[in-house]
């Protein structure tokens, strides 16, 4: 250790750097390797402090080591010598990882004998001054003399920047002359308009705009083009950090690139054995968002190898939940496709060595530290034999597994790629009883159909060089596999299992239960598609996880409800109120504003009568302070209809229950005094059942032991659903279809449900009006 700490001080490094480089053991092998590579050229005191800065910088961000001693041998050489060389050399060789390496190209990227002189230096700084000098006389020394440089630089790629900026300098001051008192006070900064309030809450607005969703200044398809994401070019895969490069890879992406023309492809692939969430709202959005943005296409793909879990209804939800985002599949596919194709390649894993039939049993595999497998090194041939019986059904359930020779990140050994279930599957019936995982299927799929960016959350990062070593060992196109984080709500859980217990419990009535937050309750409850599009455009495309609270899915809900649901009238809790000015017989039509703030989208007609219904909390008997609605000694406004109702008299039940009340109307414009407040109300109205919903779960982190110790059933809210039966809506709404949605005026948004007959209408509330101060 001492000797190497003196190699290292040797060429420059502190003592205290060359110490911390030895806690590194693949960047102290490769220093020693280029040290030992200079030496050869310069001799073994021929390492000088420049030399071994540069050797050391390049060590520490070569990916490629196979390429140290080449660039190790051009530092000696003295033919990289600064830092904008060595950055060039880098990219060079990262950009071409097959031999060989074109050295007069790489020499002429790099700029390898080019001289800067002074004069030319000079000259270039020269004209760069001149371009800028009217500003310059007129700010002096305030001016931004980054520019300057800039330019400078730019037109002098491969010249030491000390020099330019010296030259600078010096003809900044030759123009200028030295600095006055003028040029030493400081600059005042302008004082910025103060934004209005309206302005603030437009520039906050979240809409969709050209189908393209606004997330504070950026919609989603900005934040996926281009370069925004830093993802590599199609073709350009080796790019990537941790991308093996083979013998085949460059004439494996040549074929890809003739197929795909350049184009980008991605995959959203769900298992068809459950409910889509609204985590998968963000994988769906990302997948099909960067395919839309970038010009690319997207598969939906089935990723269906478990045939004991999968049903019809799961896979025709999660179309319709993709087409009800606002996304059209370029072509939906289904693992099943391939069973052949993929069987054939593990068929050809064997006879290359890297995978074996084994008979540990599955108990015996699980965690991270199982014991090997003693049929590891069994003989290729009787890999290939035992696994013919496999296919042909001659082993039990749990007898026998197809595994791979490799370790995943996690430590996890020998991954299994085949396993035995005799249940029929449901597209290729009985032909199959052996099935593929998803570590063996998932990127041998992505690679068949070319895809070029396999997006998939944090979690299967770790089977990240396990995706590259199957594609690289079976020698087939290797797709690149990029991470991003999940987005979780609290309050809630989305897992499969859990949904299913709490179904058979009797906690809720089905996957849509609007309570739940996957997609198809989402829809139920009268989420709009492109609110939830907004959601994710607002949490962004992040790579950490993300856990988001309900209620700002809520806020992007109510801006998109606000603009788009009709208003009308309803009553939870009727309280019967008679007009006794006005004759029995006596019936009126009042024009109703769809969206009173633009009266242009049209109205709707509702009947007023002598007999109006108003909400039980709009009146009181006794007059308490700040209450501004009907009491006995205050008349109250009667929204839309222009009239203002006074009390005569409260008729009661045996039980002195408030049931009805007699009152006078008079024109609004008649009044003695303008009213505090003005009430909605409906007349001859339809009956309707209303269902209000709270959060499922009484803590934010029901599934969490340490905030719920008996289980996320044990923190059920009781008072989640609250049922209406007898709610009185305007008929407005009677020719409604299923899931349109409306504002019932003071009340909130809700939406038509699906148990609705032609007897009886069935409302969800979506939202409040308002987020709810009561909630954290």
Not at 246 to 255: A, F, G, I, Q, R
Not at 463 to 483: I, K, T
Not at 738 to 762: C, H, I, N, W
Request: glycine share 6%; hydrophobic share 35%; with cysteine.
């Amino acid at each position: 250790m001492a000797d190497t700490v003196t190699l290292f001080t040797s060429i420059g490094l502190s003592e205290q750097k060359a110490k911390e480089t030895l806690k590194n053991e693949a960047l102290t092998s490769a220093l020693k390797d280029a040290i030992a590579q200079a030496q050869v050229v310069n001799g073994a005191t021929g390492v000088d402090k420049a030399m071994g800065t540069m050797l050391y910088s390049m060590v520490s961000r070569l990916k490629d080591t196979k390429r140290l001693t080449f660039l190790a041998d051009h530092i000696a050489r003295h033919k990289i010598c600064t830092e904008l060389q060595l950055a060039a050399a880098l990219e060079f060789v990262k950009n071409h990882p097959q031999d060989p390496i074109n050295q007069a190209e790489f020499e002429n990227v790099c700029g390898v004998g080019v001289v800067i002189t002074p004069e030319q230096i000079e000259e270039a700084v020269e004209v760069v001054i001149n371009k800028h000098k009217e500003l310059l006389l007129k700010e002096r020394y305030r001016y931004n003399m980054g520019l300057l440089m800039g330019e400078s630089r730019a037109a002098l790629k491969w010249a030491d920047g000390k020099i330019i900026k010296n030259e600078v300098d010096v003809q900044v001051l030759h123009l200028l002359g030295a600095k006055t008192e003028a040029d030493l006070e400081k600059k005042t900064k302008p004082q910025k308009a103060k934004t209005s309030e309206s302005e603030v809450k437009a520039k906050k607005e979240e809409v969709a705009v050209n189908g393209e969703v606004q997330s504070e200044g950026k919609s989603l398809m900005e934040q996926l083009r281009g370069e925004a994401l830093k993802f590599h070019k199609t073709g350009e895969n080796y790019k990537t950090e941790g991308y093996v490069v083979t013998p085949n890879t460059m004439d494996l992406l040549k074929k890809h690139m003739e197929i795909t023309g350049g184009q980008i492809r991605t995959r959203f692939p769900p298992e068809p054995n459950g409910i889509l969430h609204i985590g998968h709202a963000k994988a769906i959005n990302f997948n099909f968002g960067y395919a839309k943005a970038n010009d690319g296409i997207c598969f939906l793909r089935y990723d269906d190898t478990n045939p004991e879990k999968e049903e019809e209804k799961y896979f025709t939800a999660i179309k319709d939940m993709v087409g009800w985002l606002g996304y059209e599949p370029y072509q939906i596919t289904h693992a099943s496709d391939n069973f052949q194709r993929l069987y054939d390649l593990a068929v050809d894993l064997v006879r290359r060595g890297h995978a074996y039939v084994c008979h540990q049993r599955g108990e015996e595999l699980k965690g991270h530290n199982a014991p090997p497998s003693p049929w590891r090194e069994r003989p290729m041939e009787e890999s290939l034999a035992l696994f013919q019986r496999m296919k042909k059904g001659l082993f039990a359930e749990g007898e026998a597994t197809l595994r791979m020779k490799m370790v995943m990140e996690d430590g996890k050994m020998d991954p299994v790629a085949y396993r035995i279930k005799y249940t029929p599957h449901h597209r290729t019936g009985d032909a199959w009883c052996i099935y593929p995982t998803y570590d063996y299927t998932h990127c041998l799929c992505d690679s068949i159909e070319n895809i070029t960016h396999s997006l998939c959350t944090k979690e299967f990062q770790a089977r990240r060089s396990s995706y590259f070593w199957l594609c690289n060992a079976l020698d087939v196109y290797c797709p690149v596999q990029w991470e991003y984080g999940r987005l979780n709500l609290t309050y809630t859980v989305v897992s499969k299992r859990k949904i299913i217990k709490l179904v058979e419990t009797g906690v809720v009535r089905d996957w849509d239960d609007p309570r739940l937050f996957t997609l198809t309750a989402l829809r139920r409850r009268g989420f709009p598609s492109v609110a939830i599009n907004n959601f994710c455009a607002r949490v962004g495309v992040t790579v950490a996880q993300v856990t988001m609270e309900p209620h700002l899915l809520e806020a992007c809900v109510r801006d998109v409800l606000n603009d788009t649901a009709p208003r009308a009238m309803a009553v939870l809790e009727p309280l019967k109120v008679t007009i006794t000015n006005r004759s029995a017989d006596l019936k009126s039509d009042v024009q109703v504003p769809n969206f009173p703030a633009d009266e242009a989208k049209g109205s709707h007609v509702v009947p007023f009568t002598n007999i109006v219904f108003i909400e039980q909390s709009d009146f009181r008997e006794v007059m308490e302070k700040g209450y501004k609605r009907l009491t006995p000694d205050q008349p109250v406004g009667l929204r839309h209809a222009g009239y203002v109702i006074t009390v005569q008299k409260v008729i009661k039940d045996a039980q002195g229950k408030v049931v009805e009340l007699e009152v006078s109307c008079c024109v609004s414009t008649e009044a003695k005094e303008k009213p505090k407040a003005f009430i909605h109300w409906v007349s001859q109205p339809l009956k309707c059942e209303v269902r209000l919903y709270e959060r499922l779960f009484l803590h934010k982190n029901p599934e969490d032991p340490s905030e719920v110790p008996g289980g996320f059933l044990s923190d059920i809210n009781p008072h989640s659903m609250e049922v209406i039966d007898s709610a009185l809506v305007d008929r407005s709404v009677a020719g409604a279809k299923v899931l349109d949605r409306f504002q019932f005026e003071r009340m909130g948004y809700f939406s038509l449900d699906p148990d609705s007959t032609a007897d009886k209408l069935v409302f969800n509330r979506t939202v409040t009006l308002k987020e709810d101060p009561g909630k954290i």
